[in-house]
């Protein structure tokens, strides 16, 4: 995690986010041979690492346990759960993505 902080020590919504940080632990500490699945959400034309996503994906880890269920706030994708789908679409229509 250190080496991901050093490499990376802007913080950016879109490629350098809080649960990019956490990934980089979660991956540390998988067994060998289980790599996490999809943890990213399609935002415009880019792939960003969601705390739904990663949470969805950490939980099938043969290692993990699950202390208390998200149940199902993490079936949809993050940006739908905080600003809803028709926002959505107005941020990405109005965001400048690189």
Known sequence: MYAHQNANSKYNGMSNNCSDY??????YAAPGGFPLGNTGERIGSKMITTPNHL???TILLPNATVVKSAGNKVNNGFIDAVVGKSKQRRIVVNSKLP
């Open 55 to 57: 949470y969805n994906a």
């Open 22 to 27: 956490v990934k980089e632990g979660i991956e």
